[in-house]
Nanobody, 131 residues
Framework: QVQLVESGGGSVQAGGSLRLSCAASGYTYNNNYMGWFRQAPGKEREGVAVVYTDGGSTYYADFVKGRFTISRDSATNTLYLQMNSLKPEDTAMYYC????????????????????????WGQGTQVTVSS
């Protein structure tokens, strides 16, 4: 089992920045992907940014490219999402997720950003961006 706990959400004005953190514990060495997803009210959960932990490759949704950066500290099993130039449409609950190797190996970028590829989820942290 893997436990994921997000933190760092909050309220900011458009153009501001936030840094989300996800502390992972448990059998984290069994994971090969970790990522950030978000869900706005009335919308489906969508992939934001993911990292292939076995190789370091990162993938981003088009709507955050150039603004968000995903990173991982393997020593502390912590995943980060640095969010810059935030927009009101970035308002959502942000979730950390992890995929274990038993669920499959290397994925295409589209698969890696897919919600159904992940089997561990955190509780989420709210991000609100005002105009």
């Amino acid at each position: 089992q893997v436990q994921l706990v997000e933190s760092g959400g909050g309220s900011v004005q458009a153009g501001g920045s936030l840094r989300l953190s996800c502390a992972a514990s448990g059998y984290t060495y069994n994971n090969n992907y970790m990522g950030w997803f978000r869900q706005a009210p009335g919308k489906e959960r969508e992939g934001v940014a993911v990292v292939y932990t076995d190789g370091g490759s990162t993938y981003y949704a088009d709507f955050v490219k150039g603004r968000f950066t995903i990173s991982r500290d393997s020593a502390t099993n912590t995943l980060y999402l640095q969010m810059n130039s935030l927009k009101p449409e970035d308002t959502a609950m942000y979730y950390c997720a992890a995929k274990s190797r038993r669920e499959g190996g290397r994925m295409t970028p589209i698969q890696a950003l897919g919600v159904y590829s992940y089997n561990y989820w955190g509780q989420g942290t709210q991000v609100t961006v005002s105009s």
